[in-house]
């Protein structure tokens, strides 16, 4: 990909195909352990909760420490090490979510909590460095769209496999799908994807003092972890991360229960998630037009408001309701498009402006999934005990209990509507700073 040559299909494609083994991973990690190990293993929710408390704070303090790790090191070998290191322990780590250790609900919990820590530090260092390789392709913000657009609908068919087959019925067969989906797509990626390009000239036009920028060989770690953060810019758009995020990932961790509990539908209803995965991938071709027409951020407030309208819906939704939550289904995974494909070329743009582009990705990357997994952490942390202390009970089949119903409805639904509302508000004034100027 030349210096002037707009990124070709397989270019975009190339790169994007790593995706599909982190959106693989994501699934389990995030939504279904809670419902697999209360299903199969017997552990406790307050005790899953605990452990993904652990797991995910250790993990999230992590990030930044990846980040600068990987902008120091990138120009020895680019990104491609960082993934090679990534992928085998994600794979092992996931085998372990799989298949616990132990007899006792306490013994398989502290299995669940060493694996978690393995596939996590997997994770993080695969999404931090091929997040950051993304950032340095395409030279506009249409183009850096693309790029982010196809890397997260190709991860949409790693999660469209893991919601399709239950990991309460399919462990087998996910985790060996999920060895060959994340071999496959990293002989890809090192195969074909294009590189990113030194673009110190253009950093220099457009800052116009070198030095103040590049990180220097000997720069102090937290200064260089914290470089990010003294951009008023990128603290305000991680505000709206934070708070939009986390009102993503209370449902995503309950949904389990809102089917089964709620909905009083079977465990195989859950291929519903794959319909609002597949149209949130399918969706992204469409956003990414609109933000030609649009901008990325009036984009990313529509996708938002959609999402409100959708889970207001939730609340009118009856026992048996399949129709009536499928098309919620679909409503909302046309709205994640925006979720999927805007906020990191958002955020790919920021380091543009701030001319730090092909010099503090990793930086940047390693603050925004830290505040990523803190969501993560917190949704399952808060929920779940939330839910015991209102009195839910999970897996009970005689559903006419009142405080099931309007616990799970509060935490699933409500909750996420005033969060996201909250983050619309936020968007709302950065759209008013962006057309002022």
Same mark, same amino acid.
């Given at each position: 990909?030349?210096?002037?040559?707009?990124?070709?299909?397989?270019?975009?494609? *190339?790169?994007?195909?790593?995706?599909?083994?982190?959106?693989?991973?994501?699934?389990?990690?995030?939504?279904?352990?809670?419902?697999?190990?209360? *299903?199969?293993?017997?552990?406790?929710?307050?005790?899953?909760?605990?452990?993904?408390?652990?797991?995910?704070?250790?993990?999230?303090?992590?990030? +930044?420490?990846?980040?600068?790790?990987?902008?120091?090191?990138?120009?020895?070998?680019?990104?491609?090490?960082?993934?090679?290191?990534?992928?085998?322990?994600?794979? #092992?780590?996931?085998?372990?979510? %799989?298949?616990?250790?132990?007899?006792?609900?306490?013994?398989?919990?502290? =299995?669940?909590?060493?694996?978690?820590?393995?596939?996590?530090?997997?994770?993080?260092?695969?999404?931090?460095?091929?997040?950051?390789?993304?950032?340095?392709?395409?030279?506009?913000?249409?183009?850096? =769209?693309?790029?982010?657009?196809?890397?997260?609908? #190709? !991860?949409? #068919?790693?999660?469209?496999?893991?919601?399709?087959?239950?990991?309460?019925?399919?462990?087998?067969?996910?985790?060996? #799908?999920?060895?060959?989906?994340?071999?496959? *797509?990293?002989?890809?990626?090192?195969?074909?994807? +294009?590189?990113?390009?030194?673009?110190?000239? @253009?950093?220099?036009?457009?800052?116009?003092?070198?030095?103040?920028?590049?990180?220097?060989?000997?720069?102090?770690?937290?200064?260089?972890?914290?470089?990010?953060?003294?951009?008023?810019?990128?603290?305000?758009?991680?505000?709206?991360?934070?708070?939009?995020?986390?009102?993503?990932?209370?449902?995503?961790?309950?949904?389990?229960?809102?089917?089964?509990?709620?909905?009083?539908?079977?465990?195989?209803?859950?291929?519903?998630?794959?319909?609002?995965?597949?149209?949130?991938?399918?969706?992204?071709?469409?956003?990414?037009?609109?933000?030609?027409?649009?901008?990325?951020?009036?984009?990313?407030?529509?996708?938002?408001?959609?999402?409100?309208?959708?889970?207001?819906?939730?609340?009118?939704?009856?026992?048996? =309701?399949?129709? !009536? %939550?499928? @098309?919620?289904?679909?409503?909302?995974?046309?709205?994640?498009?925006?979720?999927?494909?805007?906020?990191?070329?958002?955020?790919?743009?920021?380091?543009?402006?701030?001319?730090?582009?092909?010099?503090?990705?990793?930086?940047?990357? !390693?603050?925004?999934?830290?505040?990523?997994?803190?969501?993560?952490?917190?949704?399952?942390?808060?929920?779940?005990?939330?839910?015991?202390?209102?009195?839910?009970?999970?897996?009970?089949?005689?559903?006419?209990?009142?405080?099931?119903?309007?616990?799970?409805?509060?935490?699933?639904?409500?909750?996420?509507?005033?969060?996201?509302?909250?983050?619309?508000?936020?968007?709302?004034?950065?759209?008013?700073?962006?057309?002022?100027?």
């Amino acid at each position: 990909m030349n210096s002037t040559a707009p990124p070709s299909l397989r270019n975009i494609l *190339s790169y994007a195909a790593y995706g599909w083994a982190l959106g693989a991973v994501a699934v389990p990690l995030y939504i279904q352990i809670p419902f697999l190990y209360t *299903s199969n293993f017997d552990v406790e929710l307050g005790m899953i909760g605990a452990v993904l408390l652990v797991s995910r704070l250790i993990d999230a303090i992590t990030d +930044p420490l990846i980040g600068w790790l990987i902008d120091q090191n990138k120009h020895r070998s680019g990104y491609t090490g960082v993934l090679l290191i990534s992928a085998p322990l994600m794979v #092992l780590g996931m085998w372990g979510v %799989f298949f616990p250790i132990g007899q006792s609900s306490e013994l398989k919990a502290l =299995s669940l909590l060493g694996s978690l820590i393995v596939v996590h530090f997997g994770y993080s260092l695969g999404t931090i460095g091929y997040q950051a390789w993304g950032a340095e392709l395409g030279s506009n913000d249409n183009e850096r =769209s693309k790029f982010v657009a196809a890397r997260e609908a #190709l !991860g949409i #068919l790693g999660v469209i496999l893991a919601v399709s087959l239950p990991a309460t019925q399919y462990a087998s067969t996910l985790a060996l #799908l999920f060895t060959f989906y994340t071999l496959t *797509s990293l002989a890809v990626v090192l195969k074909y994807a +294009p590189r990113p390009k030194q673009r110190i000239h @253009f950093v220099s036009k457009q800052i116009g003092n070198l030095s103040q920028t590049l990180p220097k060989p000997n720069e102090n770690m937290l200064h260089s972890l914290l470089k990010p953060l003294q951009q008023q810019a990128f603290r305000r758009l991680l505000l709206i991360f934070l708070i939009n995020g986390f009102a993503s990932a209370l449902p995503a961790t309950l949904v389990p229960f809102f089917i089964r509990d709620q909905l009083q539908l079977p465990d195989t209803a859950q291929w519903t998630l794959g319909v609002y995965f597949l149209v949130g991938a399918i969706s992204t071709l469409l956003w990414v037009k609109i933000t030609q027409h649009l901008g990325l951020l009036k984009t990313w407030w529509i996708g938002m408001l959609l999402t409100i309208i959708a889970f207001l819906g939730v609340t009118q939704l009856q026992a048996g =309701s399949l129709y !009536g %939550f499928l @098309f919620i289904c679909i409503l909302t995974g046309f709205s994640l498009g925006t979720d999927l494909a805007i906020p990191a070329a958002i955020l790919a743009s920021l380091i543009h402006r701030a001319g730090h582009q092909g010099q503090r990705e990793g930086a940047y990357f !390693g603050i925004w999934n830290w505040v990523n997994k803190l969501n993560l952490a917190l949704a399952p942390t808060l929920a779940l005990p939330t839910l015991s202390y209102l009195g839910y009970q999970a897996n009970i089949t005689a559903l006419n209990s009142t405080q099931n119903t309007q616990a799970l409805l509060l935490l699933y639904a409500i909750v996420p509507c005033i969060l996201k509302s909250l983050a619309l508000l936020l968007l709302t004034r950065e759209i008013r700073r962006e057309d002022a100027i």
